[in-house]
Structure formats: C-alpha cells, structure tokens
Nanobody, 122 residues
C-alpha cells in the first residue's frame, strides 16, 4: 500500500511563494493521477490541481490557475505544488492524493496523505 507524505506547509505573508512536496513510500504506477486538494476550516475540501503520472498532463482549479504549478519527479516518486502570489484565502490544509482517473472529484482518489497546513497572513 503506497503511503503519501506531504511537507512544506508553514505560515507566510500574502504575496509570498511556497512549495509543497508529496512523497510516496512506494512506486507510483504510470496509470496514476496525482492530485492536490485543500480544505479550509468550515469549508468543503476542494480540488486544486492534478497531474498524470505518465504524461505529465495537468489540470488546475480556476482559483489557482496562473499562480500554482504542479510538477513531478517520477524517479523520486514526488509531486510538488509551487504556490506563488499567495493570498489569505489560500489558507487551508493541503492534501496530496493518488487516483486513477483524470478527475477533480475527490471521490476518484483512493490514497490520501495526512495534510500540511498553509497559513497566509495579510
């Protein structure tokens, strides 16, 4: 069973950049899709970005398009989320997840990390 571990979350100022990492404990199959989601207090968990493990095809939520970039390193079984121009509304717990569908629906993801907290102060 592949486990996912996120890291990199911390408190930053609005306008700052931050890079989150997600490392898998085992091999990620080429058919996998890796996604980032986030959940703010009192809100539903929302999709942020995804990347196909084999092709590198990406998809972003409109709320982060142009500011966030998802990337991967297959050899290191690692996915990153580069976040630029952070806003207070980006404050949330960020989760990495693994699925097999090119989908923004969290129900299509079956392996989740424990989350890493990002706080953006103005």
């Amino acid at each position: 069973q592949v486990q996912l571990v996120e890291s990199g979350g911390r408190s930053v100022q609005a306008g700052d950049s931050l890079r989150l990492s997600c490392t898998a404990s085992g091999r990620i199959y080429s058919s996998s899709v890796m996604g980032w989601f986030r959940q703010a207090p009192g809100r539903e968990r929302e999709f942020i970005a995804l990347i196909r493990w084999h092709s590198g095809t990406t998809l972003y939520a409109d709320s982060v398009k142009g500011r966030f970039t998802i990337s991967k390193n297959n050899a290191e079984n690692t996915v990153w989320l580069q976040m630029n121009a952070l806003k207070p509304e980006d404050t949330a717990t960020y989760y990495c997840a693994r699925g097999s569908q090119y989908s923004s629906n969290q129900n299509d993801y079956f392996t989740w990390g424990q989350g890493t907290q990002v706080t953006v102060v103005s």
